[in-house]
């Protein structure tokens, strides 16, 4: 199969959804894969090989970006139009540039490809929905019109929770499947020793409360601050990419707090010796629409390392697992559920149990039974 991936997000940025499923598909799957050009982080303008996969950096819009002037450009709905030419092109002559043929089939994740998948010629288009692209903070109103028409040319639309289908179904004529997240469970599940760890964590006074992934701007700093208050004994460690437009906070939140450490990003195989001396782990983001549809990789992640996790019960793909990790319906809640798991920690077996079922292998493997079915016309 020829697959033509058009992301959201980079092949090499953190370890994303699109990337677990990709590496565990056939190893005869060729895939190109197209993601947005940063203006923060490094670009390959060039196409690059990783195994099956070719990456290349391209053109493609974004509603909002930490450049004004762009950001002021893009509200003409002329020049919108003109990059949606300038991108169909781009991807075409990609194609013919890196032998792929023009009847591909197409797996988008990014709304603003829109253009493409309409002009494009393919056999199978399947749209793959982590989030709501329309509630996202500083979206546009013309932003939401991508999302309809992306909906509108998938043949099929995967959503990564039961929350997420049920609100996209209207927008998609009620062709959505339900795909949810995953782990490495291998990874994450391994023995780890004290002799691993790294002076920076290992320096940290326990207990350690912890929470990994990206900090931005659906994380809850004034969550994680309560919790840190009412519970001084102790220690709050954050690992995790911060966004610019959220880094003041995170400082912040360090420097009042002194049992609060950021510890900035870590490589992906390093995280399970980070989780290792965390007793309790955190799922700590804003209540709101966003977060309303969530089915977080973290939660697979903390699971197969045997934690004990908090969090608030944003969405119901959460709740099925009440009784296996520590849920409250409200932020003022969440310092005391914090100091109870310190207490009164889940049975590790139980919740690996729930990950090991959860693996990227088995959620790659039902995937990629949808593209195929898809392409055959089945």
């Known amino acids: 199969m020829d697959l033509l991936v058009l992301s959201e997000v980079k092949w090499n940025y953190l370890r994303t959804r699109k990337r677990f499923l990709i590496s565990h598909f056939p190893g005869d799957t060729r895939v190109l894969f197209l993601q947005p050009i940063s203006f923060s982080l490094p670009n390959n303008f060039l196409p690059k090989r990783e195994g099956n996969v070719t990456f290349l950096s391209t053109p493609v819009l974004k509603p909002r970006t930490e450049s004004k002037f762009y950001n002021r450009l893009v509200e003409f709905r002329a020049l919108r139009c003109l990059l949606g030419v300038i991108i169909v092109l781009w991807v075409r002559l990609a194609m013919l540039l890196l032998g792929f043929k023009t009847n591909v089939t197409v797996l ?25 692209p329309t509630v996202f903070p500083g979206v546009r109103e013309w932003s939401k019109n991508y999302f309809r028409r992306t909906c509108r040319r998938a043949d099929v639309t995967v959503a990564c929770s039961e929350s997420l289908a049920r609100r996209i179904a209207p927008a998609c004529g009620g062709r959505v499947s339900v795909i949810g997240n995953g782990v490495d469970y291998e990874l994450f599940s391994r023995n780890v020793t004290a002799a691993e760890l790294p002076g920076d964590i290992s320096s940290v006074k326990p207990p350690i409360v912890g929470y990994t992934g990206a900090i ?30 959220v ?55 903390y699971f197969a390392a045997g934690k004990t996790v908090v969090s608030l019960k944003y969405s119901e793909d959460l709740a099925k697992y009440e009784g296996l990790l520590y849920l409250v319906d409200e932020p003022t809640q969440f310092p005391e559920a914090v100091s109870e798991a310190l207490r009164r920690p889940i049975e590790p077996d139980r919740v690996r149990d729930v990950a090991s079922g959860n693996s990227w292998r088995s959620k790659a493997g039902e995937f990629f039974d949808v593209l195929e079915t898809g392409r055959r016309g089945e």
């Open 216 to 245: 931005r701007e659906w994380f809850d700093f004034e969550l994680v601050e309560q919790a840190a208050t009412s519970n001084p004994e102790a220690s709050f460690v954050l690992i995790g990419p911060v966004a610019p437009s």
């Open 247 to 301: 880094r003041d906070e995170a400082r912040r939140l360090a420097t009042e707090r002194p049992n609060v450490h950021l510890l900035g990003e870590k490589t992906y195989e390093s995280l399970p010796i980070y989780l290792w001396p965390m007793e309790v782990c955190l799922i700590p983001f804003k209540l709101g629409p966003l977060t309303s549809v969530l089915n977080p990789n973290k939660l697979y992640e």
């Open 108 to 132: 988008v994740s990014n709304v603003y490809f829109a253009p493409v998948i309409e002009r494009l010629k393919s056999n199978f288009v399947c749209y793959d929905c982590n989030d709501d």
